[in-house]
């Protein structure tokens, strides 16, 4: 039998969790159903995680981990590059990954309703969302620091404006999956982030 250390069983249940909520759903997803997924014993699950609502805020950070910071590094990585090719690129790397991973975006949705639904589990939700604005926020500061100009919108303002936006956009697309009308809207909202940006 091969031994896996703690983090290496922490990563197994964590893609094993996503696999069966993507899957059966996130009601569905119970420890048993998890480990089983995995192909660990029961007790590897409280080894590595304290409580279901622990793994829930895992798994809502590592769906949303790479989803605003990394397209950041690929719009700035030229110098003298233009404010509105680095906005309008990173929003488009940024839904080349919701597009790439819908089934993960779609258990965002889910994860959000469930928790607010189940006693004692708000917590997760109001993380969850906390997380969003304060990955939101940390992409448009370093977008605005790597490219040299300054937001003229303060920056918590501008990060939970672009969440409901990027969120809205995000929802509609997973309903209606047009493109064209998320391009569009995208562009739009590219184009609003243009016109509070000075170097």
């Not at 919701?98 to 004692?120: K, M």
């Not at 589990?121 to 997380?131: C, P």
Request: net charge negative; aromatic share 8%; proline share 3%.
């Amino acid at each position: 039998m091969v031994r896996r250390s703690a983090d290496e069983r922490r990563e197994e249940l964590l893609e094993a969790a996503i696999k069966v909520m993507i899957r059966d759903g996130v009601a569905k997803a119970t420890t048993r159903t998890i480990v089983a997924e995995a192909g660990l014993p029961l007790g590897a699950f409280h080894y590595c995680f304290r409580s279901k609502e622990e793994l829930l805020h895992s798994v809502i950070e590592r769906i949303t981990q790479g989803a605003l910071a990394p397209a950041v590094a690929a719009a700035t990585s030229v110098e003298g590059v233009p404010v509105a090719d680095i906005v309008r690129d990173t929003l488009r790397v940024y839904w080349d990954r919701i597009r790439a991973t819908p089934d993960e975006h779609l258990l965002t949705y889910e994860l959000t309703q469930y928790a607010l639904r189940q006693s004692g589990l708000s917590e997760v939700a109001r993380r969850q969302y906390g997380h969003y604005l304060a990955v939101n926020a940390e992409s448009l500061a370093t977008m605005a620091r790597l490219a040299g100009f300054a937001w003229t919108v303060p920056l918590p303002t501008l990060a939970r404006y672009g969440l409901a936006v990027l969120d809205g956009l995000t929802l509609n697309w997973l309903i209606d999956r047009d493109d064209e009308a998320a391009g569009a809207a995208l562009d739009e909202y590219a184009a609003y982030l243009v016109s509070v940006a000075r170097y």
